[in-house]
């Protein structure tokens, strides 16, 4: 009884890593990774922009851990605050819940957000995880950093504070947030 012979799909890595290229095949895969070059940071960064209170923010997307439906919030006795609201139980962990409102000093808003686009971020800046409720979650976009301009000077002291840039969304601008500086804020609100 002879081998059979392996047939192409089942060659060895080692074996269609090693076969010969043609010129022309090296030229066609070089031409492939030269066109999928991926992006640098000097070429901008990819923000989340959402809504809230009808103000436009953004977030940088590798700090926002995911979006989802509100949860139901908890509060907690003997921690009242305008900051931290309380818990909520995302698939059996228990998050902090901070108003990012009260975080901002946004003040009142006479709108009201549709049940269908509200949304949860859950922002996570080293070892902490926040959510934290918005009106619309409003895309992932990359933008780059030669169209940021500085925060005006005409910001509270409390969106000041976080804020570190204006970032363009279409024809507007949202601030684009420090996820650090919102995260110490919101615990800052637990005290």
């Not at 890595?13 to 090296?26: A, D, M, V």
């Not at 009106?135 to 005006?152: K, M, Q, T, Y």
Request: charge should be neutral; glycine fraction near 6%; proline fraction near 9%.
């Amino acid at each position: 009884m002879s081998e059979a012979k392996p047939s192409p799909h089942s060659l060895p890595i080692e074996e269609l890593l090693s076969r010969p290229l043609s010129e022309s095949q090296l030229a066609s895969n070089t031409a492939i990774v030269a066109r999928t070059a991926l992006p640098t940071q000097a070429d901008g960064e990819t923000l989340l922009f959402f809504a809230r209170h009808g103000e436009l923010f953004a977030l940088p997307a590798s700090s926002v851990v995911r979006a989802f439906a509100p949860l139901p919030i908890h509060q907690v006795p003997h921690r009242p605050g305008p900051i931290f609201r309380g818990v909520a139980s995302d698939h059996g962990d228990l998050r902090l819940v901070a108003s990012l409102e009260a975080a901002l000093d946004l003040g009142p808003w006479e709108g009201a957000a549709t049940e269908t686009t509200r949304r949860m971020l859950l922002v996570s800046h080293g070892s902490e995880q926040w959510l934290m409720e918005v009106d619309a979650v409003l895309g992932i976009h990359r933008c780059a950093r030669e169209r940021w301009s500085p925060p005006p000077a005409t910001l509270s002291h409390a969106r000041g504070a976080a804020t570190v840039a204006l970032v363009p969304l279409g024809s507007r601008r949202a601030a684009l947030l420090d996820p650090a500086k919102l995260v110490h804020r919101f615990r800052d609100g637990i005290s």
